[in-house]
Each structure stands twice: as structure tokens, then as C-alpha cells.
T-cell receptor, first 115, second 114 residues
Framework: DAKTTQPPSMDCAEGRAANLPCNHS???????VYWYRQIHSQGPQYIIH???NNETNEMASLIITEDRKSSTLILPHATLRDTAVYYC????????????????FGQGTILTVHP | KAGVTQTPRYLIKTRGQQVTLSCSPI?????VSWYQQTPGQGLQFLFE???????NKGNFPGRFSGRQFSNSRSEMNVSTLELGDSALYLC?????????????FGQGTRLTVV
């Protein structure tokens, strides 16, 4: 699986949009970008994933650059409860591949939302 | 529907002992993965099971083992515990066996080895 690079920490004011970048310059054509977050002392929570098109769900939006070498997770109106570690993970969608469901977590970005 | 359930939530063991942790996946999910989280190493993949078969294994010593039952529930066992095994152990379930689809994590079991 491709390696990702994220800033170690970011701050955001409550009510503003939080834009979390992720670099995955070695991503392959069959690899998806996944985002998870982990609120203190809880298990990671799935947020969103995408291949090459922008994606949006009730939690966030995912913007993937045209060359797919980087992406941005957008939390449109951050709240204090969004304070967490955010992980960007690149993973192959390869039926029958040996990686199966393995997630390779990096250090992530600590997002702090302040009042 | 109920989420991923891990038991126990907290555990204290002595060096040299063994421990068994349990994970009940979301109903209908057949794939279960285990992860270890420590402050120094972060989240690391231990192994994954599907249909009672181990499909993938991380880089951990043989003291770490697991199994999956026919009802998809899974257990992991750590023998001859070491202080460094103190960690949050997380279980994740997925619907199918292939790489696609999101994983749903439990709250974890916090193991302290003294």
C-alpha cells in the first residue's frame, strides 16, 4: 500500500471548515484513499473514501486532485466533537489480493477544534 | 444494529501470564481484523480472519495468535505476556473478505501488563 504524509497537527475554529491535507504521491491506479478518525480512547471511525472523483457524505467531503497524488478531507462546519486524530490511508481495492482488509495507519493529523 | 463488541474493556495481567481477548463483529460481517495501538508504535495490524481462516498477518511474534469461530466471533491470545504488550487492542469487522468496504472498529480492550 502507498505511503501517506499528513501534517502532525492542525487547529480550527468551531463553526469553520476544517481542511485536512494528505499527500500520497506514490498512489497506484487501483488504490483508494480512505479517511478514518479516532477520538480519544475510542476505536477509529470510518469517515469517507474515494478513488478519483470527489466524494461527499453526511460527515465530510473528500477532494482528490486530478493526478491523485494528494487529497483533502473537508469537515464543513467543525464542532468541538470533531477534535480527534485523522488518518489518511491508501489501500488497494484488489479482489483476491493478499492485503485484504489490512489498514496501514500512519501518525495522522491531530485536529483541535477550539471555541 | 449493534456495533462491534470487545470484551473485556480493561484488563490487568502479570508478566508471563497469557490473555484472551474477544471480539463480536457486527451481525452479518464475516471479516474480523485485530490491531494493537501503543503510544510509541501507533496503530499496527495484527491479523485478519475470514470464514475461520487467517487471511493476513502482521509483523508480530508467534506469542500473538487468533482464531475465528463459525459465528464470525473472534478471539486473540497473547502468551507469555511482556511489559511491552501493554496496549489498546482493537478489533474491526467488515462485511466481506476482499479489500473494499469500510471497517467498523470496536471500543477496544486496554491491556496493562505489570
Amino acid at each position: 500500500d502507498a505511503k501517506t504524509t499528513q501534517p502532525p497537527s492542525m487547529d480550527c475554529a468551531e463553526g469553520r471548515a476544517a481542511n485536512l491535507p494528505c499527500n500520497h504521491s506514490t498512489i497506484s491506479g487501483n488504490e483508494y484513499v480512505y479517511w478514518y478518525r479516532q477520538i480519544h480512547s475510542q476505536g477509529p471511525q470510518y469517515i469517507i473514501h474515494g478513488l478519483k472523483n470527489n466524494e461527499t457524505n453526511e460527515m465530510a467531503s473528500l477532494i482528490i486532485t486530478e493526478d491523485r497524488k494528494s487529497s483533502t478531507l473537508i469537515l464543513p462546519h467543525a464542532t468541538l466533537r470533531d477534535t480527534a486524530v485523522y488518518y489518511c490511508i491508501v489501500r488497494a481495492f484488489n479482489a483476491g489480493g493478499t492485503s485484504y482488509g489490512k489498514l496501514t495507519f500512519g501518525q495522522g493529523t491531530i485536529l483541535t477544534v477550539h471555541p | 444494529k449493534a456495533g462491534v463488541t470487545q470484551t473485556p474493556r480493561y484488563l490487568i495481567k502479570t508478566r508471563g501470564q497469557q490473555v484472551t481477548l474477544s471480539c463480536s463483529p457486527i451481525s452479518g460481517h464475516r471479516s474480523v481484523s485485530w490491531y494493537q495501538q501503543t503510544p510509541g508504535q501507533g496503530l499496527q495490524f495484527l491479523f485478519e480472519y475470514f470464514s475461520e481462516t487467517q487471511r493476513n498477518k502482521g509483523n508480530f511474534p508467534g506469542r500473538f495468535s487468533g482464531r475465528q469461530f463459525s459465528n464470525s466471533r473472534s478471539e486473540m491470545n497473547v502468551s507469555t505476556l511482556e511489559l511491552g504488550d501493554s496496549a489498546l487492542y482493537l478489533c474491526a469487522s467488515r462485511l466481506g473478505q476482499y479489500a473494499g468496504g469500510e471497517a467498523f472498529f470496536g471500543q477496544g480492550t486496554r491491556l496493562t501488563v505489570v
